[in-house]
């Protein structure tokens, strides 16, 4: 087929609007497709089948394809999901038996492989260390459990399934973009070394992954967003070449322009060079073009052969936390909050018991506040231990005992509350040649799909295309102006380590960015960082810079005790950090 593939997603993630997939249907797509794993999404699963074994995938998903799987059908729309997450093989079923159900003959293949829990000893006996790649420490210095193991496998499996006639593909933890480059070789014929195609399907992926992130969600200057109702979900037409359009069905909320979709490129990547088990894409290669109201092009993405390595998220049990949030009023804040440390060490008998007490002082409140609310503070203290009993109800019970013992005006945002057991996220890497990525067909056949990587090809890097002048920084003078004015900035969690994608308002913008903001003052704005490595990229063809900052969220979501768990908040706090710049860019 010629004519572009239109791939709609209708999730980001487990929870995210039901009614996308229904409301995706009410225009022309060829493949649905709803991402709705993440590393912590992982751990929530494997909680679920300790609780039922027929669990650990996204029951929501059902809800939706019960909605949704007979339109389908009829309209010839594939399904391309990764909802099976712990259990590809049990949602297929279900899948299977809701089809009956709706008196409907859907054919649904699942795919198998990237689960390395049964595997994992063999695969450390045989010497693969699976070292953290953002500590350097192997897997067997770690002393804790691990729950869950699961290689990021590639698209092509996706498409094989499609191939052999499935309606609908499970998928376990493949990336989030083979969601898009599976069914895009599968409907344009690519071959595996079609690098460029294949990284502009990537980088379409990448865009549409996160529903609608790219059509206006979690964005910066929302002023640019005249339609403010509930975004509509996003579209990437992908052509032939790899190119894409993203886009959205006419009459939904929203808006798609380049600063949206330059904002979702920019989300929790590193290096431009992204890695993908399929290929790699050069990110800093895409060009952007506004073709007309809601629709923007992605062109010229370089794509070169994949790395012989997949990455590997390991989510070990950590231990059990606890948190209790005291509330600060009026006067004498820092006073109070020491007090009420003071007394709570007290109750509690010392610290030392715990693994991790912390404690962090939010200030909300403003002097003369006009209202009860703006006078407040949080003193947030979070306990950690291996011991549930030490950070249950031991925990919180000591905690309100200061209720009429502490300081005045003592109040807390919860009641008391049992611990919660709390995840260490360990990425790693291993060999693609010891995972067998398989796809089980409806008729009961089961194939395996090689990894690229297995593959001979030539190993030819891309070759850069020129790169954009980037003008002189204008001169002064200069104006203490809050960061964001000149641009805006999407963040996230990488595991571990957080990302902040900044992009200027303009080309001059970028000059005078490019210039200003290196890895120190970055540091400065973002106190945080101080003490950490960050790293520190360039994406001129984006007007954009990339920082990275390993350790910021360790040891990941589940376990940091950083409020913004997920670093979501990062780039906004950042565009509101006063900085001199040039007069003329304001």
Excluded at 69 to 84: F, P, S, Y
Excluded at 449 to 456: A, G, N, P
Excluded at 467 to 490: I, N, S, T
Aim: hydrophobic share 40%; aromatic share 6%; glycine share 10%.
């Amino acid at each position: 087929m010629t004519r572009p593939v239109r791939i709609a997603n209708c999730s980001g993630f487990y929870g995210d609007r039901l009614a996308a997939a229904r409301e995706m249907l009410t225009g022309p797509v060829d493949v649905l497709t709803g991402d709705y794993l993440a590393e912590l999404t992982m751990l929530i699963l494997w909680k679920a089948r300790q609780k039922d074994p027929g669990l650990g995938y996204a029951t929501t998903f059902l809800r939706q394809m019960e909605e949704v799987l007979g339109t389908c059908l009829e309209r010839g729309v594939k399904v391309v999901a990764n909802a099976g997450g712990l259990n590809p093989a049990g949602l297929a079923a279900k899948l299977t038996e809701l089809s009956g159900r709706l008196g409907l003959n859907t054919s649904v293949a699942y795919l198998t492989g990237d689960d390395l829990i049964p595997v994992l000893g063999d695969l450390q006996a045989a010497g693969h260390d699976l070292v953290n790649t953002d500590t350097g420490v192997p897997l067997a210095q770690a002393d804790l459990p691990v729950v869950t193991a699961n290689a990021y496998l590639g698209g092509w499996g996706i498409t094989a399934a499609l191939q052999a006639g499935a309606d609908v593909v499970v998928c376990p933890r493949v990336t989030d973009a083979s969601l898009v480059t599976g069914p895009a070789a599968w409907w344009h014929g690519w071959r595996r070394d079609d690098w460029d195609a294949l990284a502009g399907a990537v980088a379409a992926g990448h865009v549409i992954e996160c529903g609608p992130q790219a059509t206006g969600g979690n964005y910066s200057f929302p002023a640019e967003i005249t339609n403010r109702r509930y975004p509509g979900f996003p579209i990437a037409e992908v052509a032939e070449d790899g190119s894409s359009v993203i886009t959205k069905h006419d009459g939904t909320g929203g808006v798609v322009s380049t600063g949206t979709v330059t904002a979702q490129l920019l989300y929790e990547i590193g290096d431009p060079a992204y890695l993908n088990p399929d290929v790699v894409a050069h990110f800093d290669t895409i060009r952007l073009t506004l073709q007309g109201p809601d629709r923007v092009a992605l062109t010229g993405t370089r794509g070169s052969p994949p790395p012989d390595t997949l990455k590997v998220a390991l989510n070990m049990l950590g231990g059990y936390r606890n948190t209790t949030t005291m509330v600060l009023t009026g006067l004498d804040i820092e006073e109070k909050a020491e007090h009420a440390i003071a007394l709570l060490t007290e109750v509690l008998g010392g610290t030392e018991q715990f693994g991790e007490f912390d404690v962090r002082l939010l200030r909300f409140d403003h002097p003369d506040a006009p209202t009860n609310e703006q006078a407040t503070a949080h003193l947030r203290i979070t306990v950690k231990d291996t011991d549930e009993r030490k950070v249950g109800r031991a925990f919180s019970n000591a905690a309100v005992e200061l209720a009429l013992a502490g300081y005045a005006g003592f109040h807390t945002t919860t009641p008391p509350t049992a611990a919660s057991a709390f995840g260490v996220y360990w990425p790693a890497v291993i060999p693609a040649a010891v995972v067998t990525q398989q796809v089980h067909l409806p008729d009961g056949e089961t194939r395996a799909v090689r990894h690229t990587s297995d593959l001979s090809h030539a190993a030819a890097a891309p070759v850069p295309g020129p790169r954009p002048a980037v003008p002189a920084p204008p001169p002064g003078p200069f104006r203490d102006v809050p960061l964001g004015r000149l641009c805006g900035a999407r963040s996230g969690d990488k595991g571990g380590a957080a990302n902040v994608g900044l992009w200027a308002v303009s080309p001059a913008a970028y000059a005078w960015l490019r210039g200003y903001l290196t890895v120190d003052r970055f540091k400065g704005l973002l106190t945080e960082a101080a003490s950490l490595p960050v790293e520190r990229y360039e994406l001129p063809n984006l007007l954009a810079l990339n920082f990275v900052v390993p350790g910021l969220l360790a040891p990941g979501v589940s376990g940091t005790t950083r409020p913004d768990a997920q670093a979501k908040g990062l780039g906004e706090y950042l565009r509101s950090r006063i900085v001199p710049a040039p007069a003329s860019l304001l």
